[in-house]
């Protein structure tokens, strides 16, 4: 019964803005670290963001390069992925993650066996 649910992708012109979203049901959370990976065509699945279960802390992937926030909202139960200048070799399906797990090591979780429930990806394209 535990889903993840995600939404905001689509298609958007280099340079553009997207908002991912994650909603959870089935199971609360709030106690869990949560995170983002993403997998482009050909390529493995490879970590984007990561958040502490209370969202004091933050990891992301190098080639975020600033452009990406992720954040929170435990009374909503949902993660997100706000991503900003997009590029063209960010076209990839967007995977939202949990880390059902505790307690926090203090890693960032940057391996994809540091999850324990996926959602069922979202489609981002972006175009030159």
């Known amino acids: 019964q535990v889903q993840l649910v995600e939404s905001g992708g689509g298609l958007v012109q280099a340079g553009g803005s997207l908002r991912l979203s994650c909603a959870a049901s089935?199971?609360?959370?709030?106690?869990?670290?949560m995170g983002w990976f993403r997998q482009a065509p050909g390529k493995e699945r490879e970590f984007v963001a990561s958040?502490?279960?209370?969202?004091?802390?933050?990891y992301y992937a190098d080639f975020v390069e600033g452009r990406f926030t992720i954040s929170r909202d435990n009374a909503k139960n949902t993660l997100y992925l706000q991503m900003n200048s997009l590029k063209p070799e960010d076209t990839a399906v967007f995977y939202c993650?949990?880390?059902?797990?505790?307690?926090?090591?203090?890693?960032?979780?940057?391996?994809?066996?540091?999850?324990?429930?996926w959602g069922q990806g979202a489609q981002v394209t972006v175009s030159s």
């Open positions: 958040v502490s279960w209370n969202g004091g802390k933050t």
């Open positions: 993650t949990v880390r059902a797990r505790t307690p926090w090591s203090g890693s960032a979780y940057l391996n994809s066996y540091d999850y324990d429930y």
């Open positions: 089935g199971r609360t959370f709030s106690s869990y670290a």
